[in-house]
């Protein structure tokens, strides 16, 4: 009796690891194009992880155990190709960051610990580079964050920013760095995208401003 339950439980299950097993077939697939298309030399790994829900404590695995991990809450929210890249992209490049400096990126490390706000823009940016290279549409990183990540009141005593200033951050990279992109939008009639037009249209009127003046060296406070 308890061998059938066993292979009855089995059979259940076999859809269930069938859509785990394609899911991490895919992230494998998007995660090695942009190694290998930037020729990232340092070894990252991906693993999918269903159940498990991402916060402070196992986001350390990135900088420690040099593994992109797509957790379960957030790979829900993915549509498509550039999105996963999006999400990968920025988590590659924290972890790239971790290999360099004293004892194989110790001090990188604790730098990145140290001062998360500033790397979180600069790994945002990083993503949006990784992914021009590798054949994607940066703007899907704005359509996935404008998706996952919520906007708290303030980030003053937060080791975050607030989710509008990071998404200006990557509007102006691919605004100044990828501006065909723009051009030629081709999220224009998406609704997460439109959304993100919606919600940040002082930081992008301050852009124009800083564009219009020249003023191209100019470090814009997003709200």
Known sequence: ?????????????????????????????VGTNILNSNKIESRVIFVYDENQKENLLNSTNTLTKRQVIVYGNK??????????????????????????GIGNGWLSSVKIKA?????????DKLAVDYMVKAGYN???LIVFINKTCPQTRQDKISNKNLTSKRLAH?????????PSFIVNNTYLENEYY?????????????????????????ELKYE
């Open 138 to 140: 940066p703007l899907g």
């Open 170 to 178: 990557i509007y102006e990279r691919i605004y100044f760095n990828y």
């Open 194 to 218: 439109q959304n993100f037009l919606l919600t940040s249209q002082n930081n992008r009127r301050m852009l124009e401003e800083k564009v219009m003046n020249k003023n191209f060296k100019q």
């Open 1 to 29: 009796m308890k061998k059938i339950l066993i292979l009855i439980f089995a059979f259940l299950m076999l859809p269930v690891f069938a859509i785990e097993n394609e899911i991490q077939t895919r992230i494998d697939r």
């Open 75 to 100: 790979y829900k929210n993915i549509q498509s190709d550039d999105e996963l890249a999006g999400y990968l992209s920025r988590e590659i490049a924290s972890a790239v960051r971790s290999y360099d």
């Open 115 to 123: 001062a998360p706000k500033k790397y979180e823009l600069v790994f």
